[in-house]
């Protein structure tokens, strides 16, 4: 199975911004993020991207938790504003076509540190 080369890059960067954010001690077990439905991101496959890239760094062996957000949907019509797990939803006026309005979220914010084990030199 080949993996996106968009999920693979998100997950580099997230990658390099967890080690950034990383404690001196103990070994990292569980990074959870937010990501917009926007995005257009399969949680499986940056998942998976997430093992590929932190193979031989500190990071390996840790588990990736993805939770997305659903659609924030605005009507041009009547001016209604709601969330939707899917994009394609008609406004109860009757406006078939509502705007995301938000949705591009990648946020980190969740970092789980096992102290009892000390990270690999
Ligand atoms: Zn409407």
New binding site residues.
């Given amino acids: 199975m080949i993996e996106s080369v968009h999920e693979f890059s998100i997950a580099e960067a997230l990658a390099v911004q967890v080690q950034s954010h990383a404690p001196a001690k103990g070994r990292i077990k569980l990074v959870e993020i937010l990501v917009g439905a926007l995005r257009g991101l399969e949680p499986e496959s940056l998942t998976m991207c997430w093992q590929a890239v932190t193979i031989d760094t500190p990071l390996e062996g840790s588990s990736l938790q993805v939770e997305l957000l659903p659609w924030s949907l605005e ?6 504003k709601w969330t939707s797990p899917v994009p394609f939803v008609a ?5 078939d076509s ?1 705007v995301p309005t938000a949705g591009d979220e990648l946020d980190l914010i969740a970092i789980t540190v096992d102290e009892e084990e000390e990270p690999e030199p």
């Fill in positions: 009507c041009g019509n009547c001016g209604r406004c109860a006026c009757g406006n509502p």
